[in-house]
């Protein structure tokens, strides 16, 4: 049996409170995996804080303790006394399928056609707001519910009810 290896295809997801405010986002810093810092605007690294013992938090902090101070890019930077970037342990998994992405842009174009479809779809007919349950295992069977009615539709558009019902019958 041949086996095909799938890769996600999905951009990586760019959020940032200070963005609106004017402030460097934290795509400006630039991260060097080999020597684990990030360089910051102005050119300073920012170094790994060692995480507490007793903290179970998933992202690693960065910062530099006496650049932010004399810095005159602070202003555009942040409005406390220095910077601290977060980054996910598991981030390297997000920039190498950004790389990837960066690497081949059509994949958005055939993704758009393929995954966004149903999506949009699939809200469409749940009115585009809200699922109807409430609780992580409701969602999920009715997101279920709602694929499975999909994929039913989809099957009857491509080969017919005839012949669909012989199918399900063999």
């Not at 960065?62 to 555009?76: F, I, Q, V």
């Not at 809200?123 to 585009?128: F, I, P, S, V, Y």
């Not at 999920?140 to 017919?160: D, H, P, Q």
């Amino acid at each position: 049996m041949r086996r095909h290896r799938l890769r996600a295809v999905v951009p990586k997801t760019l959020t940032s409170s200070g963005a609106k405010r004017g402030f460097f986002t934290r795509q400006d810093f630039i991260y060097n995996a080999e020597h684990d810092h990030y360089t910051c605007p102005a050119g300073a690294k920012l170094t790994k804080i060692q995480r507490r013992v007793d903290h179970t938090e998933d992202f690693d902090r960065y910062r530099h303790l006496s650049a932010c101070a004399t810095c005159p890019l602070r202003p555009r930077c942040t409005p406390t006394p220095r910077r601290i970037i977060k980054r996910w342990e598991h981030e390297d998994v997000l920039d190498r399928m950004q790389d990837r992405l960066d690497r081949m842009p059509e994949a958005m174009d055939v993704r758009r056609q393929t995954v966004e479809h149903p999506f949009g779809t699939l809200k469409a007919w749940m009115g585009a707001t809200h699922f109807l349950t409430r609780t992580l295992d409701k969602v999920r069977t009715e997101m279920s519910l709602l694929v499975l009615a999909y994929n039913l539709k989809r099957m009857i558009t491509i080969f017919g009810v005839g012949p669909l019902m012989a199918a399900i019958r063999a």
